[in-house]
């Protein structure tokens, strides 16, 4: 019997995996990405250019991250959008560094807020550089996302200082919280993912504090999403910086976020879990997730850099009809290998709309293909 995925489109206090942060705590990546595309089109102006081609975008040295596809994928959005062509071949190029940073609050200095730094760099074909210039992501979500980072708020939800924290240590800091073949959040955490493999858990190795799950060449898996709380969770799911939703079929027809994906999130019901068989195409169809060269992954379409390794990451919120949880906070306005397509497998899915709250916990499991 066929498994119901219950799937989410953005309402009014809802964030889509790449959209404004529901807690309202800073720029987020689009955001930031949408005014550097404003900024590369004004030296492009002054440089009477009007084409580049989008080089490398690449993460920290020290940490293993695969945040390129998606921050890629915003500026092929953006850039034509300020009337900059993107082509493979150009005149100038432009290559991406992002960073970790701790930055000061502007309201109390002594508090560190986690932060992540786009460095861009326009060069020549000589590989000169011609001009450089750095935009700040303060949204811990999206933060969180880039990095692939595993931590859980929920106890200090209400407490930014504490929660900023949390999140700072799980990069300084990394610790895996292994449960079996479920990664969790944190070692007292009710959130966490399983990798399935022809139904059976992939097994899981603490790396350095991270979580990394056992995948060879070829093999096709599924994302166990465990919501072991008390409260009904939306989840988004991010296969090596991607929206499970990202080549969906299913897209908005018309208004500002035209062309965009329907849904960013999947619905989990308290104690329980929801297997997502692969990326979602239609309300009927997935494609099964699949190791396989990098070129032919689902990050591979959307960006040319090879990342050491993939990440497999899921953050949950809150999701509620009627009246939000008592501690919901106020809403304010592989070196060659990579996750890509495997077998269509059919599923029913079921449109349904709630209110999502703060992001409470992400998980990530990285892997690496077996030699």
């Known amino acids: 019997m066929s498994r119901s995925y219950y799937l989410l489109a953005v309402a009014a206090a809802a964030a889509a995996v790449l959209g404004t942060a529901t807690a309202g705590r800073g720029d987020d990546l689009k955001t930031v990405v949408r005014g550097a595309a ?14 580049l081609a989008l080089g490398s975008v690449t993460g920290p040295d020290t940490f293993p991250t695969s945040g ?30 992002y960073l970790f940073r701790e930055v000061p609050d502007a309201k109390d200095r002594k ?9 861009f760099t326009f060069t020549d074909g000589a590989g000169v550089e ?7 992501v303060t949204d811990p979500a999206s ?3 880039i990095l692939g980072l595993s931590v859980d708020t929920t106890t200090v939800i209400l407490d930014d200082v504490k929660a900023d924290e949390a999140t700072v240590t799980s990069f300084r800091d990394p610790k895996a919280a292994l449960d079996g073949t479920v990664a969790l959040s944190g070692p007292d955490s009710t959130f966490g ?24 060449r070829d ?19 991010a296969i090596d910086g991607l929206s499970v939703f990202h080549f969906t079929d299913v897209r908005i027809a018309d208004g500002p976020r035209k062309g965009e994906p329907r849904y960013s999130m999947v619905l989990v019901k308290p104690k329980d879990s929801v297997v997502v068989p692969g990326w979602h195409k239609t309300n009927a169809l997935f494609e099964r997730f699949k190791i396989t060269e990098y070129a032919k992954s689902g990050a591979g379409l959307v960006n040319r850099d090879d990342a050491r390794v993939g990440t497999i990451t899921a953050s949950f919120a809150a999701a509620w009809v009627k009246a939000p949880p008592a501690d919901e906070p106020p809403l304010k306005k592989s070196p060659t290998d990579a996750v890509g397509f495997g077998c269509p497998v059919p599923g029913t899915t079921v449109p349904v709309e709630r209110t999502v709250g703060a992001e409470r916990a992400t998980v990530s499991v990285r892997y690496e293909v077996a030699k």
């Open 143 to 145: 933060v969180r996302l």
């Open 38 to 51: 404003e900024d590369c089109a004004k030296w492009m102006k002054g440089e009477r250019q009007k084409a």
């Open 130 to 136: 011609l001009e450089r210039f750095e935009r700040r």
């Open 68 to 97: 390129g596809p998606i921050i890629r994928d915003q500026l092929e959005r953006e850039l034509p959008a300020q009337g900059v062509t993107v082509k493979l071949v150009a005149t100038v190029g432009l290559r991406v560094k």
């Open 193 to 216: 993912i399983e990798i399935v493999r022809n139904k059976v858990g992939v097994p899981l190795a603490d790396r350095d504090g991270l979580a990394f799950a056992n995948l060879a």
């Open 111 to 119: 508090h560190l807020r986690p932060a992540v730094d786009l460095v």
């Open 219 to 237: 093999d096709q898996f599924d994302v166990r999403l465990v919501n072991r709380s008390n409260t009904e969770m939306a989840v988004k799911l």
